[in-house]
């Protein structure tokens, strides 16, 4: 009872704190925000996480392991794999143009910040959007074996390329106006899976 009991405040404070950290960031977060937001006194913190470091190595990972579900279900769906692909980056369109820090992209919001800082949380980093790529460029060679992309590319360089792309709106979209950054790289998308 007391490890489910201690299980689910762990998740507690990652879910809180997750819109906390999409809005503000790493540094700008403090722990004395966090458990205020949790409910719990600052020393329990340490009970559920070693340091401010490791919950946001936990965090990232409790972020790719819901992300990676959710680009298994937008490129899993009907029509053909092309079709798929563009679905999934309508998909990222609607939730990194919307107004909710829950739906908005950890990577670009703490990527550049902890990246050179913190050797940990960037392999987090690093194996999850590796993760995510590799799923796309499945995505690339079922297209490619449907027909509906050609087969000339590299399956994994496309995915790269567009993975990047995406991540590059998304940071666009923070400083500019947003429509305009996913419009462009949807309109970049549509011409490389043409």
């Given at each position: 009872m007391m490890k489910k009991h201690a299980t689910d405040m762990r998740q507690h404070i990652i879910d809180v704190a997750r819109a906390i950290m999409t809005h503000k960031g790493y540094s700008a977060v403090g722990l004395s925000e966090i458990v205020q937001a949790a409910g719990i006194p600052k020393g329990s913190f340490y009970y559920y996480f070693q340091s401010k470091e490791a919950f946001a190595e936990a965090?990232?990972?409790?972020?790719?392991?819901?992300?990676?579900?959710?680009?298994?279900?937008?490129?899993?769906?009907?029509?053909?794999?092309?079709?798929?692909?563009?679905?999934?980056?309508?998909?990222?369109k609607a939730t990194q143009g919307a107004d909710l820090p829950e739906s908005k992209?950890?990577?670009?919001?703490?990527?550049?910040?902890?990246?050179?800082?913190?050797?940990?949380?960037?392999?987090?980093?690093?194996?999850?959007?590796?993760?995510?790529?590799?799923?796309?460029?499945?995505?690339?060679?079922?297209?490619?074996?449907?027909?509906?992309?050609?087969?000339?590319?590299?399956?994994?360089?496309?995915?790269?390329?567009?993975?990047?792309?995406?991540?590059?709106?998304?940071?666009m979209a923070k400083i500019h106006d947003p429509d305009k950054a996913f419009s462009k790289a949807m309109n970049a998308t549509t011409r490389l899976l043409a």
């Open positions: 965090l990232l990972e409790h972020y790719f392991s819901h992300y990676l579900q959710e680009v298994d279900k937008q490129l899993s769906g009907a029509g053909t794999a092309r079709e798929r692909l563009l679905n999934y980056f309508a998909f990222w992209c950890l990577v670009v919001k703490l990527g550049a910040e902890v990246c050179d800082q913190y050797d940990s949380m960037r392999q987090v980093l690093a194996t999850g959007t590796q993760e995510i790529v590799q799923k796309i460029a499945g995505c690339i060679r079922l297209g490619q074996q449907d027909s509906s992309l050609a087969a000339v590319s590299d399956a994994d360089e496309l995915a790269e390329e567009l993975y990047q792309l995406w991540l590059g709106a998304s940071l």
